[in-house]
């Protein structure tokens, strides 16, 4: 027998969802040509008569007038095409294949009743698969670690994925429904299609191979100290903005970082690279607990860059188990301004 299950929801958030049983009776048996739209009370109503023994005592129990329940049994059986109760004198009974479709009635009402039960725990946000978006390098943030660890409490059955990817690239799965949520920086703030809340801000300074004069130097480091050194950029199109702010600041210094050698995808990469000894870079301050003493990173003076770290989604998404993200992470829904 071939059932499907179709919601058809009403209006308002409030209303129930209407639940249709698709019955195709050609697979149900031989007494039946054709497909018939059988509602679960309907099914209902059947069980209680199955169970009653009478038509009578079926009425009483579901509190409606035996009339009405006399003709949505009729009903039933004129839309499967088949007799289901032989009626006797001292109440009713079903034929076989109405003993079938007491079978096959209570496992439906059962998986319903299971169904409507699971979609309301992922309508809270309980269950499900959440795709997080983060930048190479901040899978060790304390505060992610934090949300996740109170999201598998609060939902155990809950799955997290986790993916690296550079901002842009982030944002453009973000687009693309490929991912939920994702920590990025340097957004376009004229992009409505997304919505930013913002986590912490990140100071730029400078990395540097332990074993440089100039991560020693008891001075306070300028970016004129870096002028001929060798450096390790990353490329424009990877971040334009960031990009673009390195830049000016190294031509504020006196000398043009785009006439460096060496380049690395991400900021991960590059610390890679500084700890390798090849040249320094400019990275997140943050970054310094996870790398050792191959790395030391050092505040410029004249090097003002900054960014906002956020948790973006697209806007228009009223995904629960989104919010459930956020709030584990002790941010609102919604930014106050949106």
């Known amino acids: ?56 005592a079926a009425a009483r129990n579901l509190h409606i007038a035996q009339p009405a329940l006399s003709r949505h049994i009729a009903s039933l059986e004129h839309q499967l095409g088949t007799r289901l109760l032989v009626r006797l004198p001292g109440g009713v009974v079903p034929t076989r294949p109405g003993q079938e479709l007491q079978t096959l009635a209570r ?41 996740i660890g109170t999201l598998r409490q609060q939902a155990p059955e809950l799955e997290i994925h986790v993916e690296a990817f550079r901002s842009s690239e982030l944002l453009n799965l973000l687009k693309q429904r490929k991912i939920d949520v994702c920590l990025a920086a340097w957004r376009s703030p004229f992009d409505a299609s997304f919505l930013g809340t913002g986590v912490c801000e990140e100071t730029m300074g400078i990395a540097l191979p332990g074993h440089w004069p100039q991560a020693r130097q008891r001075k306070g480091l300028t970016m004129g100290d870096l002028a001929g050194l060798p450096m390790i950029m990353f490329p424009r199109e990877a971040s334009p903005v960031h990009y673009d702010k390195v830049v000016d600041a190294c031509l504020s210094a006196g000398f043009d970082p785009r006439h460096c050698r060496i380049s690395a995808a991400d900021i991960q990469a590059m610390l890679g690279m500084v700890c390798a000894g090849l040249g320094y870079a400019i990275a997140p301050m943050s970054f310094s607990p996870q790398w050792g003493p191959g790395v030391v990173f050092r505040a410029a003076g004249d090097l003002k860059i900054s960014f906002t770290l956020e948790l973006v989604r697209i806007a228009d998404d009223s995904d629960p188990l989104i919010d459930r993200f956020l709030a584990a992470w002790g941010l609102p829904r919604r930014p106050a301004d949106a």
């Open 107 to 147: 496992d439906i009402l059962s998986r319903t009743l299971a169904l409507g039960e699971q979609l309301k725990i992922a309508s809270h946000g309980m269950t499900g698969r959440i795709r997080l978006g983060i930048m190479p390098g901040y899978s060790a943030m304390p505060q992610l670690a934090a949300a």
């Open 1 to 56: 027998m071939d059932f499907v299950v179709i919601w058809m929801m009403l209006g308002p958030a409030q209303a129930k969802p209407q639940m249709l049983l698709r019955y195709r009776a050609y697979t149900f048996s031989a007494y039946a040509s054709t497909g018939a739209d059988v509602e679960l009370k309907q099914l209902r109503y059947f069980l209680q008569v199955c169970d009653s023994g009478s038509i009578a």
